[in-house]
């Protein structure tokens, strides 16, 4: 297979999961193209590289950088902006633990304990409205700690820890 085929596979694989993992298609593409690219490409390039819009490009580059997982790189004596990605793996996946985790984690504990205050909680289907909330939330909180583990860990200590659970 020649570069230029594994390159396109990766790219075009790489949408494919992101839809999978709760992301567009073309912000995946994107993602993928410019984790790839050696040196950092501009809005034209990628427009030309995945054959999508400006707007698009415009939009889902926005939303890659809110994730933190592109920057905006400027050029000396280049006018146009150019986009980069981080190209450590243990950075990238911390930090699509962190964005998840703060947008969907984080909102569902906070409403779950919320949810947990009714009143009356002597009646029989409250009592077990309230279990149930409790239980969800119990593994949400357990979760929300193992992500935060995972987060401040160091990528070495990290894979040496989940080694050691399979020896």
């Known amino acids: 297979m020649k570069l230029s085929e594994a390159r396109q596979q990766f790219i075009n694989s790489w949408g494919a999961f992101g839809t999978q993992w709760g992301i567009n298609r073309t912000m995946a593409q994107i993602h993928a193209l410019l984790l790839v690219s050696i040196d950092p490409i501009t809005q034209d390039d990628i427009m030309e590289q995945l054959s999508i819009s400006r707007g698009n490009v415009n939009m889902n580059i926005r939303d890659l950088i809110g994730w933190g997982l592109v ?37 569902m504990i906070k409403l779950l304990s919320q949810l947990e205050n009714i009143e009356d909680k002597k009646d029989k289907e409250t009592k077990q409205f309230t279990e149930m909330i409790g239980s969800i939330k119990k593994m949400g909180t357990q979760a929300d700690r193992v992500l935060d583990v995972m987060i401040k860990a160091e990528e070495n200590w990290f894979t040496g820890s989940v080694l050691k659970m399979f020896k």
């Open 71 to 107: 920057e905006r790189v400027i050029l000396a004596g280049e006018r146009k902006e150019y986009f980069t990605a981080e190209k450590d793996i243990w950075k990238v996946a911390t930090q699509i633990i962190k964005e998840r985790k703060k947008r969907e984690l984080d909102p």
